[in-house]
Nanobody
Framework: VQLQASGGGLVRAGGSRRLSCVAS????????MGWFRQAPGLERKFVAT????????SYADSEKGRFTISRYNANNTVYLQMDSLKPEDTDVYYC???????????????WGQGTLVTVSS
């Protein structure tokens, strides 16, 4: 599976941003999809995940209530809607695909290239 993330950029605190990740190469609906974030020199942190059908979702505590993960299997895309953004949300965000539903980065088989979100105060 090849993953292409987009949608990053500069946004003011309190604003919103929607990230997209388009998959190609395999049957998208066979995979759970996740979003992770990473700061330079630190480990990737779980943000959100969604199962193959979109019926089950999980969020990290720090993002719960502000971020929404969704997917549209017909166009092989997973989204991360980010609202009420804070400066501490500044990070590179990665999408990933996994054969089974998991919150662990080690459980993901394929990764996109990352997209930078910068939240200004």
């Amino acid at each position: 599976v090849q993953l292409q993330a987009s949608g990053g950029g500069l946004v003011r605190a309190g604003g919103s941003r929607r990230l997209s990740c388009v998959a190609s190469g395999r049957t998208f609906s066979n995979y759970a999809m996740g979003w992770f974030r990473q700061a330079p020199g630190l480990e990737r942190k779980f943000v959100a995940t969604i199962n193959y059908s979109g019926g089950v979702r999980s969020y990290a505590d720090s993002e719960k209530g502000r971020f929404t993960i969704s997917r549209y299997n017909a166009n092989n895309t997973v989204y991360l809607q980010m609202d009420s953004l804070k400066p501490e949300d500044t990070d590179v965000y990665y999408c990933a695909a996994a054969r089974t539903y998991t919150l662990r980065a080690s459980g993901y088989d394929y990764w996109g290239q990352g997209t930078l979100v910068t939240v200004s105060s």
